[in-house]
Nanobody
Framework: QVRLVESGGGLAQAGGSLRLSCAASGFTSMISASAWFRQAPGKEREFVAAISWNSDITTYTDSVKDRFTISRDNAEITVYLQMNNLKSEDTAVYYC??????????????????WGQGTQVTVSS
């Protein structure tokens, strides 16, 4: 089993920054690509960013390109999401996800078998 725990959420002003972390524990050798998703109030969960196991591929949803950066430290088994120039529309619960070994990097929720509990990000304008 794999456990993912997010941290780093909180309140930020528009134009500010936050850095989310996702620490993995358990059978981490089962993990491949990782991703961040978010769910705003009254909306469906949506893809934010993903990164391959060796960090050679990253992908972002258009609304966060040039503002968010996903990275990972495999020695620490942690994935990060650096969020800069935050906007009020970034307010959401952010979820970390990890794919099972052999799965491909994807923007689809169904590609990820492990999920964290979520961390709230609130951006005030």
């Amino acid at each position: 089993q794999v456990r993912l725990v997010e941290s780093g959420g909180g309140l930020a002003q528009a134009g500010g920054s936050l850095r989310l972390s996702c620490a993995a524990s358990g059978f981490t050798s089962m993990i491949s690509a990782s991703a961040w998703f978010r769910q705003a109030p009254g909306k469906e969960r949506e893809f934010v960013a993903a990164i391959s196991w060796n960090s050679d591929i990253t992908t972002y949803t258009d609304s966060v390109k040039d503002r968010f950066t996903i990275s990972r430290d495999n020695a620490e088994i942690t994935v990060y999401l650096q969020m800069n120039n935050l906007k009020s529309e970034d307010t959401a619960v952010y979820y970390c996800a990890a794919g099972r070994c052999g799965s491909r990097l994807s923007s689809s929720q169904s590609s990820y078998g492990y999920w964290g509990q979520g961390t709230q990000v609130t951006v005030s304008s």
